[in-house]
């Protein structure tokens, strides 16, 4: 259970109690009981001066074009984090206590770096999550007033992926690892791009713009990961790209619309 990054700035008591007591909680029984743990920590593990970020911000500041996700260098698994949100900071928690019960006491932990996470569920309240509104509002209404800028680019992953890859991450042997915490992404997109991808399958969907807090907490993340060691270590890979997951996600909401109405 974790309070996410939205919702932790609404209420920081509760992201500190959760995500900060709770994972000391579950790997003090990992230690007494001998338990292997994972622990997800997210994109929001970086900050305002991670380095790709402050490159992207100053191109941006300098009136130049900003990189696209093919052209810029994704953020690696070791660099400046320094979040600035209670989630973020509880993130960088989970993985610097995670990897001290595993130097200190033996503890089998692992984590992951998660993008956004795209499924067909209820949003939490995560700053990505805008995604899975649109999806839903496309479906609802033909239209979506995005609490993000149309240029905001973002990692993110749908799902059935998310889940295949952790399991193999779960399965691989630890002597194949070469770090306790992974990036882990599929591709970035922006809210413009989502856009032109669901209009694709309902071609008279719009999308508008109505910037709230959430934009200066994605304006601190990283705009592409770089998961290169997973990759390498234990041979991650996704199968879904943008149009490839807006037409699972557009067909599996429809089923649960229609499951709801019988």
Known sequence: ASVLSGAGELNPKAAMNINIQGLYNMLELARIHDLRIFAPSSIAAFGPTTPQIAKHLQRVKNGERALTAEEEEGVPDLTIQRPTTIYGISKVYVEMLGEYYHHRFGVDFRSLRYPGIISAAEPGGGTTDYAVYAYLAALREKKYSCFLKEDSLLPMMYMADCIRGTVQFLETPNEKLSRRTYNMTAFSFTPAELAVSIKKYIPDFEMSY??????????????????????????????????AMTRAMLLELKKLAESTRK
């Open 210 to 243: 109505q910037i709230d807090f959430r934009q200066a907490i994605a304006d601190s993340w990283p705009r592409v990961f770089d998961d290169s060691c997973a990759r390498r270590d234990w041979l991650w890979h996704h199968e879904f790209d943008l149009d």
